[in-house]
């Protein structure tokens, strides 16, 4: 069996220019048929920040793709998102891509209602709560950007799909699964569930380094991705700009799975050349296998330890802290909090579950990652 994946050089966010790579995109790889059906877009809005921080998806590429799937025929084309501690509407506006949205003939949707979701094949999850419009949808994409990640190493359209789980709750589900290889797991579990029929990747400008995927690098990819296969389309993604997708633990996991994918050797490329937009240097952040399997190979006694010599751990700046409380009310264990002199600190270091969601929401960075 051979899936494909297709590849577009893009060099900036012209809509024009924008827009007619996301018709090749569509040419080559098509989408399942629209005609007449309602599609969600699913794109990232990690927080309420500009375009030029690439922590989101571009606005410019979440209107072309509005105004495209209404030219192939879609009845209704909606997008919606959550951020886990901001107003999705608000955020959508503060990033450009409520107007691009409107302007373009499709209609924004606020995450917040939720609805059941059965996964009768998940391996530990059985049944997720999605947000409310997905149920509306005949159609899922994944409008996702391509970004280094602290906890996963990468984030793409499958991560991406962590976001049809409402606000706060996506910091509960740290809670309960996190073990990286759990939390990989329910990814999994999770994409199957939403079961997306085409994802697109916005890597005109991604992002790089150890502050992915909130304080990470800007980055010039120059190019845009889209396939019928999700799997397929992070695995050639994470392989463009350097990572061994094996070492991914949501990816490897999804790859063992064997439901979008048997082997890696069936992925199949087409449009630009995969030479021709492989980044000279891309900061990947690495996934140390080798701690890793060590720690787990560690007697309990010695798990603290191990934890405090491989894994990183929150440090917290005053001076760049605004005192917005973003990490406190992230926090899956609830440990952050200010004390008497208005500074941040962790109540109980051994309670920290290392997930570095308040790293990622951080909109200063005034939290920075250490070992020892």
């Known amino acids: 069996m051979t899936t494909t994946v297709s590849l577009e050089k893009c060099s900036e966010y012209q809509f024009d220019s924008v827009y007619a790579a996301l ?7 098509p989408p399942p048929d629209v005609s007449g059906k309602t599609v969600l877009l699913k794109p990232n809005i990690l927080s309420p920040k500009k375009p030029e921080f690439a922590i989101c998806t571009h606005p410019v590429v979440v209107g072309a793709a509005v105004k495209l799937f209404l030219k192939l025929g879609a009845k209704k084309v909606l997008v919606g998102e959550s951020p886990a501690t901001a107003n999705p509407t608000s955020a ?21 209602d939720q609805v059941n979701v059965d996964c009768p094949n998940g391996k530990l999850v059985k049944s997720f709560e999605f947000a409310s419009p997905f149920a509306d949808a005949d159609i899922v994409v994944s409008l996702s ?23 706060l709750k996506k910091a509960k589900t740290h809670y309960r699964f996190s073990n990286k290889q759990d939390f990989a797991a329910y990814l999994t579990d999770l994409n199957l569930a939403a079961n997306p029929q085409y994802a697109i990747m916005d890597a005109i400008v991604g992002m790089e380094g150890p502050g992915g995927p909130g304080n990470g690098d ?20 994470a392989s463009i700009v350097g990572y061994n997708p094996m070492q991914i633990p949501n990816l490897k996991d999804a790859l063992e799975r064997k439901h979008w994918l048997n082997s890696p050797e069936e992925i199949k490329t087409v449009g630009a050349s995969i030479k021709e937009i492989t ?22 006694w010695l798990n603290s330890l191990a934890t405090f010599i491989f894994v ?7 001076k760049k802290c605004i005192k917005c409380g973003k990490c406190a009310e992230i926090c899956p264990p609830q440990i952050l909090s200010f004390n008497q002199d208005k500074k941040i600190v ?13 790293h ?5 960075e005034a939290i920075t990652l250490h070992k020892f």
């Open 23 to 29: 018709k090749n995109l569509v040419k080559n790889v």
């Open 92 to 112: 959508a506006k503060a990033t450009g891509m409520y107007s691009q949205i409107i302007d373009n003939g499709g209609e924004w949707v606020e995450f917040s």
């Open 145 to 167: 950007k391509l970004k280094t990640h602290q906890f996963m190493s990468y984030t793409g359209a499958m991560k991406n799909l962590f976001g049809l789980v409402v606000g």
């Open 218 to 237: 800007p980055v010039q990819l120059g190019f845009l991705a889209a396939s019928d296969n999700i799997l397929a389309l992070d695995w050639t993604c």
């Open 279 to 300: 980044p000279k240097n891309f900061k990947i952040v690495k996934e140390s296998a080798a701690s890793t399997t060590l720690q787990h190979m560690l007697p309990n």
């Open 312 to 318: 990183k751990t929150p440090r917290f700046n005053p």
């Open 346 to 358: 962790m109540s109980d270091k051994k309670k920290c579950l290392h997930c570095f969601c308040c």
């Open 360 to 364: 990622e929401i951080c909109p200063v």
